[in-house]
């Protein structure tokens, strides 16, 4: 059985950071992209970040420079290092990877960042 458990969020100031961390489990972690998804209050969700299993990473334009994606094959763990959170990196965010077009979710976990 897939799993993505996600730990990490909280709440953060205005240019503090966060690291979030998803552990993965029930399939070969290193053979497969992982990805970082959010969805703020009254939007959609939207990708954030993804890194494919050689190591190449994707950023959306609103996180570039400030967002660092990771990823510990030995851990089955992937990662997201948030510095210089504004306010409008409010949301839940949801760990993420696809297989065979079948997409599977963490429960996603909720990062507030107050002014």
């Known amino acids: 059985e897939v799993q993505l458990v996600e730990s990490g969020g909280g709440l953060v100031q205005a240019g503090g950071s966060l690291r979030l961390s998803c552990a993965a489990s029930g399939f070969t972690f290193d053979d497969y992209s992982m990805g970082w998804f959010r969805q703020a209050p009254g939007k959609e969700r939207e990708g954030v970040s993804c890194i494919t299993n050689d190591g190449s990473t994707y950023y959306t334009d609103s996180v570039k420079g400030r967002f660092t994606i990771s990823r510990d094959n030995a851990k089955n763990t992937v990662y997201l290092q948030m510095n210089s959170l504004k306010t409008e990196d409010t949301a839940v965010y949801y760990c993420?990877?696809?297989?065979?077009?079948?997409?599977?979710w963490g429960e996603g976990i909720l990062v507030t960042v107050s002014s």
């Open positions: 993420h990877y696809a297989r065979f077009g079948r997409e599977y």
